[in-house]
T-cell receptor
Framework: NAGVTQTPKFQVLKTGQSMTLQCAQD?????MSWYRQDPGMGLRLIHY???????DQGEVPNGYNVSRSTTEDFPLRLLSAAPSQTSVYFC????????????FGPGTRLLVL | SQQGEEDPQALSIQEGENATMNCSYK?????LQWYRQNSGRGLVHLIL?????REKHSGRLRVTLDTSKKSSSLLITASRAADTASYFC??????????FGTGTSLTVIP
């Protein structure tokens, strides 16, 4: 199993551009989530999904959209990138919501100029 | 706002010594987890302790949970240089959302 994969590893955007961060898992996990990690802030939950077709907002959802058309994929879309979205983004999955270990991807480092 | 806060923010010890880091949280939880993050990498799960448990062991790791004080501690015994990493606690409140603390940066000096 590849586990949780993320692409790209690194991306530079200009303010106002849009892009999609890809996340995929091959463990048939129902729960998937996106976090951003900023220095001194720990990880903050952006959006999460408890299953295909179901998504919900986390702690910092503004400026991001998600969809979950399949169990395997959970892309994160930046609609109009802003410098404040410069961060490291992590995708994670777990067998079900709550009371479960989360498995993290390697992260995507995003720089918005 | 952050649910969990780790203390200390940074810790430097000699190889072979024990390392203790603490996590405090704000609201009632279902469970609490500890994760490790090596520089530039994703997080790796270490241990999960449920709200009705008080202590749990896994190899050189010992986790305690005091729900009355809303706090947890992670003890790493006989530390090794390979333990150098950042350590985060994560709490699960409503069952669908995890809240991570700000982390403790541990440096183990060979």
């Amino acid at each position: 199993n590849a586990g949780v994969t993320q692409t790209p590893k690194f991306q530079v955007l200009k303010t106002g551009q849009s892009m999609t961060l890809q996340c995929a898992q091959d463990m048939n996990h129902e729960y998937m989530s996106w976090y951003r990690q900023d220095p001194g802030m720990g990880l903050r939950l952006i959006h999460y999904s408890v299953g295909a077709g179901i998504t919900d907002q986390g702690e910092v959802p503004n400026g991001y959209n998600v969809s979950r058309s399949t169990t395997e994929d959970f892309p994160l879309r930046l609609l109009s990138a802003a410098p404040s979205q410069t961060s490291v983004y992590f995708c994670a999955s777990s067998p079900s919501a709550g009371l479960e270990t989360q498995y993290f991807g390697p992260g995507t480092r995003l720089l918005v100029l | 706002s952050q649910q969990g806060e780790e203390d200390p923010q940074a810790l430097s010890i000699q190889e072979g010594e024990n390392a203790t880091m603490n996590c405090s949280y704000k609201t009632s939880i279902n469970n609490l987890q500890w994760y490790r993050q090596n520089s530039g990498r994703g997080l790796v799960h270490l241990i999960l302790i449920r709200s009705n448990e008080r202590e749990k062991h896994s190899g050189r790791l010992r986790v305690t949970l005091d729900t009355s004080k809303k706090s947890s501690s992670l003890l790493i015994t006989a530390s090794r240089a390979a333990d150098t990493a950042s350590y985060f606690c994560a709490t699960d409140t409503a069952g669908n959302q995890f809240y991570f603390g700000t982390g403790t940066s541990l440096t183990v000096i060979p």
